[in-house]
């Protein structure tokens, strides 16, 4: 049997930002295993492709925000935005940090990852090529779970809400493989040619496909 997809999660640590993006990870990775386009061994269609590339796009915009970038703001300057009564959230927010990033923050409690990770939750199944021929689509999902074992195995999950600019480049080369998986594999353009699109082991699935060998007639006897 193939090993567990999830192995080597750390399953506690304090870091929010990496927890965030975990459910974010979780979520997405749901959505894909319910699709039947992954039951077939062609490919997927545009739409879907789309769907993937958007939900990948959506991740780099999580990872960007949690990698550390501090602002050129000193602390008097923060305290002083604390303290106005008429600075708005929308004011303090930036594209490019968030606070946390400009000043030492108390230390966070240790948070544990929340999901059976074993496969015996119906939501986050373990793939097999009898659950879901689709290669490529099973390598995608596969993908998605060594980014998602790959974040809790930082050392930035000792911080508090981010990373490292370093660790950042490391998990958005991961999530580049995962977009060119969808560049080069997935919509209508990349499909493979199947022939043959029952397999013998889908055979007992058919109408009275258990009794087919049952039911060969042997020639008779002179």
Known sequence: ???????????EFPNQGIHFMLAELIKF?????????????SGWSNPLNVYMVDELEKLADTLENITYNPENVTQEELEARAADTTRSLAEEYTVTSISTDNILMPTAPVRNVVWLLDGTDPD?????????????????????????????RLDSRHQAMNITKYESVMMRAKLEVLYALCQRKGGEVNKSDIPTG???SQD?????????????????ED
């Open 198 to 200: 029952t397999l013998p």
């Open 124 to 152: 986050i199944p373990q793939l097999t090529p009898a659950t879901c021929p689709n290669d490529a689509g099973r390598g995608f999902i596969r993908g998605l779970d060594d980014f998602f074992v790959s974040l809790s």
């Open 1 to 11: 049997m193939d090993q567990n997809s999830f192995m080597g999660t750390v399953m």
């Open 29 to 41: 990775r749901k959505q894909l295993t319910v699709r039947d386009e992954f039951r077939a061994q």
């Open 204 to 220: 007992p699935l058919t109408f009275e496909g258990e009794n087919m060998e049952r039911n060969v007639v042997t020639p008779l």
